[in-house]
């Protein structure tokens, strides 16, 4: 009071009593029977901070339960991910072994077609590094009886030749490298002329004079004129033909898939293989001995 001064100091008197008598009426005073007016006045001067710090409280829970959800979906995903990859990667296994089998049985069949061919069977474990020369690396060699130019083919049709034998290894030089060739003749007309690389995806058939007839689509096949491949070995099908002096440019796509050799097969001979028109052949004989037999026992006396 000492800072108040005189002439206000009664009018600051009388507001606190007033303030005290407020006070206490609003103690003993109820409003609608249902608790007394100062309980009320701190309950509504008291509830916006409660609702508030209720509505924070929860907003706080929700969000950390929310982030140890968002963690432990997370943590799913990435552990579905890897089993999603791991999944894939057994598929694509699966798919190769597949593949693998496909290529193995048609190798197989192809061998014992030809039971009487002495042949080789080898895997290609590398390839040339050179981008000038085409050429694959086998694991079998000169222990198994591979020398240098002999063929080598795939069921289905030539590869290439052998150029180095080694112990344990040989280097074969495909049939598209541009230093590469091989007796072809074409299936239908017979006409021969020899078939190369050009170091590209297609080959080329050359010499053919312009007055000899080519059709797109006819079949390449081997003349056995260069000493390395039997005759009639499939080397390819025309493709694309252009008239020219005095030769034509024919191109010929390989009948083996040069770009994705994994197994191959090592001719050890020079013996002509059987073709699948050799047993109609036979059966066209079979058929002619029968009907000149009785013919023959006729004609006797």
Request: charge should be positive.
């Amino acid at each position: 009071m000492a800072g108040i001064p005189s002439r206000h100091r009664s009018v600051v008197l009388l507001a606190g009593v007033i303030v005290l008598q407020v006070v206490l009426l609003a103690v003993q005073i109820k409003r609608d029977s249902q608790g007394r007016l100062l309980r009320v006045w701190t309950v509504g001067a008291v509830s916006p901070f409660q609702r508030a710090g209720a509505r924070g409280i929860g907003n706080i829970r929700g969000t950390w339960s929310h982030y140890f959800a968002l963690q432990n979906t997370s943590r799913e995903n990435e552990e579905l991910k890897r089993e999603n990859d791991a999944l894939k990667l057994q598929v694509n296994q699966l798919h190769s072994k597949a593949a693998e089998s496909d290529r193995l049985a048609a190798l197989l069949n192809f061998r014992q077609s030809q039971r009487e061919v002495p042949m080789v069977a080898a895997r290609v474990i590398g390839t040339s590094a050179d981008t000038a020369s085409q050429t694959i690396y086998l694991d079998h060699g000169e222990r198994d009886g591979i020398r240098r130019n002999m063929g080598v083919i795939t069921p289905d049709g030539v590869v290439g030749k052998v150029i180095e034998s080694y112990r344990d290894t040989a280097q074969v030089l495909l049939l598209t490298d541009k230093d590469s060739g091989v007796g072809a003749m074409l299936a239908d007309s017979r006409i021969q002329s020899p078939v190369g690389g050009t170091g590209e995806p297609l080959l080329a058939m050359k010499y053919i004079p312009t007055d000899d007839t080519v059709n797109v689509g006819e079949h390449v096949v081997t003349s056995g004129m260069d000493r390395i491949f039997p005759r009639d070995l499939p080397v390819g099908t025309v493709t694309e033909i252009k008239t020219g002096r005095p030769f034509q440019q024919v191109r010929v796509r390989p009948a083996a898939n040069l770009a994705r050799l994994e197994e191959v097969i090592v001719l050890l001979t020079l013996r002509p293989l059987e073709t699948k028109k050799e047993p109609v052949a036979k059966a066209a004989d079979a058929e002619e001995k029968q009907v000149s037999g009785p013919a023959a026992a006729a004609e006797k006396p």
